[in-house]
C-alpha cells in the first residue's frame, strides 16, 4: 500500500469515528470498505442501512467532511 493510499484511509477512517457518536446513538455506522484510485467505498451497517436519514447523514455530513479533507476523491460509494 503506497502512502497516497494509506492517508486517504487514515483520513476517511478520522471523519467517521467524528461522527461515530451520532450513528451509534441510532444503532447504525459505516466502515471503510476499500479506496480504489479516486473513490472511496463505504458500508454502512446496523440502522443506518434502510434508514431514510441516512442519505442526509451522510450526503451533507461524512460526504461532505471526506471531499473537503481529500479533494482527489471524486466519488464516494455506499454498500450494504
Known sequence: MNKKTEKIIATVEDV???FEPLFQSHGGGAELVAVEEDEVILRLVGNCVGCDAAGLHFG???????????????KISYSY
Open 16 to 18: 467517521l469515528k467524528q
Open 60 to 74: 451533507a455530513g461524512v460526504d461532505q467532511m471526506i471531499r473537503e479533507r481529500l479533494p482527489q476523491i471524486k
